[in-house]
C-alpha cells in the first residue's frame, strides 16, 4: 500500500485546525497540563503549539513519540507562549544534537524543573552543549538523558555541569534509577 499521499506518514504540514483540536483534547480542565503522547505530531504539530496563545499558563508538556524533530524541539524551544513550562518531556522525538542544542540556548525554558530527553539519538556532542549551558536553568531539578548514544565524555560533561546546578536527578543509563546531588 503506498503511503506517499498520506501527510501523516510523509510528515507533510499538518493543519493547524487538527492540531488544535488534539491539543483541546488533551489539555487538562486547568489548562496548565497537556498530554500528547504518541500524538504522532511531528514538527507542525510543535510549531503550531508553540504557538497557541492558550497555552500560555501550561506548565506540563508530555510530547513523547510525537517525533518533531530538531526542527520541532527549535519550534518548542523558541516559544513565547510555553515560558510557564516547568516539566517538559520529549522521549521518543528523534531531535538529536541540533535539537538539543536549540533547548540548551533558550531564554523561554528557564521555568524547566523537569527535562526529559531520553531516546533522541543524542550523541556527547550534544550532551556537551547541554552541560555548558546546563547552570543557566536556574530551577532544573530532573534531566533524564537515558537511551540516547552518551559514551564517557558526554556524561562527564553533564555530571561535570551537575556541580554547578541545582540538578539532584540525572538518568543518564537505562540500568540507574538517579543520582542524587550531596
Known sequence: MDYSKNKEASGQERASDETEMIVQDNLS??????????????????KDIASFEYLRDLTNLEMGTNLIGAKGARHLAQSTVLVNLTSLNLFYNDIGNDGVKYIALSDNLQSLQNLVLS???????????????????????????????????GKQALLDAQKLTQLKHLLLDKVEGFQVKA
Request: hydrophobic share 40%; proline share 4%; aromatic share 8%.
Open 119 to 153: 531516546d533522541n539519538n543524542i550523541t556527547d556532542e550534544g550532551a556537551v552543549t547541554l552541560a555548558k549551558f546546563l547552570p543557566l536553568f536556574p530551577n532544573l531539578i530532573r534531566l533524564d538523558m537515558r537511551l540516547n548514544k552518551l559514551k564517557d565524555e
Open 29 to 46: 480542565k486547568d489548562g496548565k497540563t497537556l498530554d500528547l503522547t504518541a500524538a504522532y505530531l511531528k514538527e507542525y504539530g510543535a
